[in-house]
């Protein structure tokens, strides 16, 4: 099967799909009507507000780690605080300081989480950072790694992880 024929096909069978859950392109899909690109994303987005179709949270993950680069592959930077915000290139070495970013905070029923991506350096359990925007001191009490609605404690220090 040629890739123009998959495509037509994988359409149709996303069509079908979204058509289950959306009555105004169940319409016009049974009705022969032609279906544009946009009004299939209308359809999508309409059924996913109304929560009764999901593209798939999971393709998107493994999109994001097959195809997007880890902060060692691309240039990455930082503003070194104590020389007056000077530009600072990161290597994504283990052996610097910890440069991570913050960009989740939740409060739930594992009690208060930080997501963090880290760019260089290592953190671990009982060790203090430091926030740079307010020079406060946290301590680390405990890695974890979440998936899904599961939570799994990480009993070795994160420069470790890759080894096991």
């Known amino acids: 099967m040629d890739m123009e024929a998959l495509e ?53 993950l493994d999109g994001v780690l097959n195809y997007l680069p880890c902060p060692i592959e691309v240039s990455s930077y930082a503003l070194d605080q104590t020389k007056n915000e000077e530009k600072v290139e990161l290597t994504g070495s283990l052996d610097g300081p910890l440069v991570a970013l913050a960009f989740k905070l939740e409060e739930g029923r594992f009690g208060q989480l930080t997501y963090l991506r880290i760019y260089e350096g290592v953190i671990r359990k009982g060790e203090f950072i430091i926030n740079v925007n307010t020079g406060k001191k946290i301590k680390v009490p405990r890695l974890v790694r979440m998936h899904s609605d599961e939570i799994e404690e990480i009993l070795l220090p994160m420069d470790q992880l890759n080894t096991q």
Request: charged share 35%; glycine share 4%; aromatic share 4%.
């Open 8 to 60: 037509v096909e994988k359409r149709r069978e996303l069509i079908e799909a979204v058509s289950e859950v959306d009555d105004q392109l169940a319409e016009a899909f049974l009705g022969d009507e032609p279906i544009s690109p946009a009004d299939l994303q209308e359809a999508i987005r309409r059924a996913t507000i109304a929560r009764k179709f999901v593209p798939g949270v999971q393709p998107l």
